[in-house]
């Protein structure tokens, strides 16, 4: 094990796009405030970073993103509300995000690109390695893929990159890494790194998604990126930077359960997942859905 990785404490989640895919409702609410079942999307990712033991976290926001940092925080007549009347569960609910973790805000004034927005974090988090959580991907938490990275970390070094197998004609979606095989079955080495390539031009069909664990000298690399793909400055950009320079790059690829909540279709497919899974919910809405299903397929007979 490499006993100079130390444990990392920093996560930073870049909050500020505008989330156009969800027009009209992210005019004026955030993208990372739908709720998924009943929780906001943006809080299964604060609950994985505290899992991984990540306690102090960043949110880089933007315009019209203050009702992340309501959501956040304490509100006093609610809860003095909800305490009279002695209900303890919504009670413990509205408190539990208020004390997950030490959450700052920075604002990204200008919309140039993940590699921009995790740039805004450098004063934050100064050089110390930290953790980068894209708020659209939640991770199951029975699939604890930062712990994944982290161990990868401890024994390989660098950063680390999540990746995940895709369909070959999806690939031009995502930033994509061609790799080879590392010592140890979790990790691998990656050699290159597209971002979004051109459709028949990828290396692989391991697309990066929204997990990774960074050395602090990816700041230097970052200011010294200049804008790619889209006209804004890359994350995949960078790190590719660091890959040519010989620097320590690895990926940890993920076969668990993944729920995008960026895309309109998957958001539902996540929301319909989750519910099932609960409790209180699953089993009255699991035999409605068989329901609604078996009366659908009658009509379309």
């Given at each position: 094990m490499n006993s100079t990785s130390p444990q990392i404490t920093k996560a930073?989640?870049?909050?500020?796009?505008?989330?156009t895919r969800f027009l009209?409702?992210?005019?004026?609410?955030?993208?990372?405030?739908?709720?998924?079942?009943?929780?906001?999307?943006?809080?299964?990712?604060?609950?994985?970073?505290?899992?991984?033991?990540?306690?102090?976290?960043?949110?880089?926001?933007?315009?019209?993103?203050?009702?992340?940092?309501?959501?956040?925080?304490?509100?006093?007549?609610?809860?003095?509300?909800?305490?009279?009347?002695?209900?303890?569960?919504?009670?413990?609910?509205?408190?539990?995000s208020t004390e997950l973790a030490d959450i700052h805000y920075v604002r990204q004034r200008d919309p140039k690109g993940l590699g921009h927005a995790v740039l805004c974090a450098a004063p934050h988090v100064g050089q110390?390695?930290?953790?980068?959580?894209?708020?659209?991907?939640?991770?199951?938490?029975?699939?604890?893929?930062?712990?994944?990275?982290?161990?990868?970390?401890?024994?390989?070094?660098?950063?680390?990159?999540a990746l995940?197998?895709?369909d070959p004609d999806a690939i031009h979606q995502y930033g994509c890494a061609a790799v080879e095989q590392s010592a140890g079955e979790d990790g691998v080495r990656i050699t290159?790194?597209?971002?979004?390539?051109?459709?028949?031009?990828?290396?692989?069909?391991?697309?990066?998604?929204?997990?990774?664990?960074?050395?602090?000298?990816?700041?230097?690399?970052?200011?010294?990126?200049?804008?790619?793909?889209?006209?804004?400055i890359q994350l995949t950009d960078a790190l590719r930077t660091l890959v040519r320079a010989g620097r320590p790059v690895h990926g940890v690829v993920f076969s668990g359960r993944r729920y995008d909540t960026g895309d309109r279709a998957e958001y539902l497919r996540a929301t319909v997942r989750l519910a099932c899974e609960r409790a209180d919910l699953g089993p009255e809405f699991l035999a409605w859905l068989r329901e609604f299903v078996r009366s659908e397929q009658l009509t379309a007979v």
């Open positions: 930073v989640i870049p909050a500020a796009g505008l989330g009209p409702l992210t005019k004026a609410t955030p993208k990372e405030m739908l709720p998924v079942v009943d929780k906001p999307a943006i809080q299964y990712v604060v609950e994985e970073a505290v899992a991984a033991g990540m306690s102090d976290i960043l949110m880089v926001t933007g315009r019209n993103k203050r009702p992340l940092e309501d959501h956040f925080d304490r509100n006093y007549e609610l809860e003095e509300a909800l305490q009279r009347r002695g209900d303890q569960d919504k009670l413990n609910s509205v408190c539990a110390e390695p930290f953790a980068v959580l894209l708020a659209d991907d939640l991770i199951d938490p029975r699939d604890p893929l930062l712990a994944r990275m982290a161990e990868v970390r401890a024994r390989l070094g660098g950063s680390v990159v995940m197998e895709v290159e790194l597209v971002e979004k390539p051109e459709p028949g031009t990828a290396p692989s069909n391991l697309a990066i998604i929204g997990r990774y664990l960074l050395d602090p000298e990816i700041f230097e690399v970052l200011r010294g990126t200049s804008p790619g793909r889209g006209g804004e």
